[in-house]
């Protein structure tokens, strides 16, 4: 029997845990649907994929429901008091409807209540949606890490600070 821990009822929609018994299926459908780097993975490595994000008591997976569908999950992780979202995905039939942004503030609402410092999330320089769409939560680019042998791995990281003053001198 799994114990949801966590539910937000907004808008005819559930934030809620994943439930491993009800949501692997729904989950990898949206992950591999989302991830060109996913699609191609079998059942059995998506599936570790999703186990290896429930690993540690400081990692997640939250699910956003609506009328019994998954229409968006996402992968939080809590290492030293800094939050990592490590995947963000959305239902291909559920995007530009706000879902993305609402499953990024609860995300960042529960590394709040967790004492986390600050949030970051790698984002592909490619990938113009998603750095407009952190950069309008308040999220700033900091650093490219570079694969010299893939550049098509090329990753942005993007940080939010959860601390009063860093986020005020940002704004300055």
């Known amino acids: 029997m799994v114990i949801i821990i966590f539910s937000v009822y907004t808008n005819n929609k559930l934030i809620r845990d994943y439930n491993p018994n009800t949501d692997l299926n729904q989950v990898i ?3 591999k649907n989302s991830f060109n780097s996913l699609s191609e993975k079998t059942h059995w490595e998506m599936k570790q994929y999703v ?4 690993e540690s008591p400081l ?6 429901e609506k009328e019994d569908l998954l229409i968006a999950c996402t992968n939080l992780r809590i290492t030293h008091r800094t939050g990592y979202i490590s995947s963000f995905a959305v239902h291909p039939q559920y995007r530009r409807q706000k879902v993305g942004t609402l499953l990024a503030k609860e995300s960042i609402e529960f590394f709040k209540k967790k ?5 970051f999330i790698y984002v592909r320089p490619s990938n113009i949606p998603a750095k407009i769409f952190y950069i309008k939560l308040g999220f700033t680019p900091e650093t490219l890490s570079t694969n010299h042998s893939h550049p098509e791995k090329h ?3 993007m940080v939010l600070s959860l601390l009063p003053e860093k986020a005020h001198l940002r704004f300055k």
């Open 115 to 119: 004492g986390c410092n600050e949030i």
């Open 155 to 157: 990753t942005i990281k």
């Open 59 to 64: 990692s997640n997976w939250l699910v956003i």
């Open 51 to 54: 186990e290896r994000g429930l």
């Open 29 to 31: 459908y949206i992950l």
